[in-house]
């Protein structure tokens, strides 16, 4: 085995911290407006797009344990290196990491955007990036322990969000939802494929395994998140199809954000903004892991120190929020990651784990005939 991570006790975590870690960075800037996007190619059977698209997710979650499995002690960089050998795999490993440079700045980018054009027009971008990127910073520095954390919070405080979602229900109507089963099979694969930027987030499994404890427990409690993130989407989709007429959904950019527009309380008269500024905590286990997941990469490849690493991250991050402003700029880069993570997220694991197998497979038998030799 090349490159096994060696991991202090007091770096492992408990395999039940999946859970949260999984489901916080499966939710994040998507699910403000993944609707329309569903809804272009599926129409009232989006929400079929949208448990297909779950259903991808345990498939995929399956090949990675499997193969992360075989190896046990070590991340997907280690794999891909002991697969592939050093210089194919670290150029892969290469590949892996560009990928999480280019989501963590979608996500960051994408949240800005939020903010700016729902309660801060006037609100400049690099304050924005400089204020989001320091909390990053700070939370990295704190090891993954801390990232962790800050994913179980995300999930904990969130928790009052879901059931908002009742209020729009009283406003809806059940007839929307028919016809059903009307889009063909292949409006509905390429629905579920529309969900691929959205869904994205449980491939941090691939680098966060090694430091779990029980990992006998891990497929559990990864599937059980996947479980739980589907509920979430497909029970957003069937309210705002219930509640949007068919034209004003295909309009609607952030359908999920203006569900909440509506919404008043007695001490709360826009609701939309607690729920845009709340979001930050929702986004950061996103921007921190995928930080981190790319520091791992990079110390594949060359020695650096944590410190350095992410203040370099950090400074290209910052100059790329500076060059992407259009909406046209920010669509371009999200439909380029989801066509990205298409491939590395949802194809690739089940090829690796093929070739993982294929591995093992040789290995043994080169083992048998020195045996015998």
Not at 76 to 100: E, P, S, T
Not at 183 to 189: G, V, Y
């Amino acid at each position: 085995m090349i490159n096994p991570i060696k991991i202090s006790p007091k770096e492992m975590i408990n395999a039940y911290l999946l859970f949260f870690v999984i489901h916080s960075m499966q939710i994040g800037v998507g699910i403000h407006g993944f609707q329309r996007i569903v809804y272009q190619d599926a129409r009232h059977d989006a929400w079929i797009s949208v448990l297909l698209a779950g259903l991808a997710t345990h498939i995929v979650a399956f090949c990675m344990i499997k193969t992360l499995e075989v190896y046990g002690s070590n991340d997907l960089y280690g794999i891909q290196q002991d697969v592939y050998g050093k210089w194919i795999g670290n150029f892969l490993n290469a590949i892996y990491i560009l990928y999480c440079f280019v989501a963590f700045f979608a996500v960051l980018r994408n949240y800005i955007e939020v903010i700016q054009a729902w309660i801060f027009p006037g609100i400049s971008t690099w304050f924005l990036s400089i204020t989001l990127l320091l909390i990053v910073i700070y939370a990295f520095t704190g090891g993954l322990r801390v990232m962790v954390g800050v994913s179980f919070f995300s999930v904990v405080f969130a928790l009052w969000i879901l059931p908002i979602i009742i209020f729009p229900i009283k406003y809806g109507t059940v007839e929307s939802l028919f016809p059903m089963l009307e889009a063909n099979i292949s409006s509905l694969l390429k629905g579920a494929h529309s969900m691929t930027f959205t869904i994205i987030g449980f491939e941090i499994l691939n680098v966060i395994y090694p430091y779990i404890k029980d990992k006998k427990n891990a497929s559990k409690y990864t599937h059980l998140a996947l479980l739980a993130t589907t509920f979430v989407y497909v029970s957003l989709m069937l309210v705002s199809i219930s509640y949007y007429s068919e034209g004003n959904l295909l309009k609607t950019i952030w359908a999920t954000l203006t569900l909440f527009s509506f919404i008043s309380f007695p001490f709360i008269e826009r609701f939309e903004f607690v729920a845009v500024v709340f979001w930050m905590l929702i986004i950061l286990p996103n921007l921190c892991l995928y930080l981190w997941a790319a520091y791992r990469g990079t110390t594949r490849l060359v020695k650096v120190s944590g410190t350095k690493f992410v203040w370099i991250f950090s400074l290209f991050i910052f100059i790329g929020t500076l060059l992407v402003q259009t909406r046209i700029q920010i669509n371009t880069i999200n439909n380029q990651l989801g066509k990205m993570a298409f491939y590395i997220v949802f194809v690739y694991p089940i090829f690796l784990y093929m070739m993982t197998i294929l591995k093992k497979k040789l290995t043994s038998q080169k083992e048998q005939k020195d045996e015998e030799l």
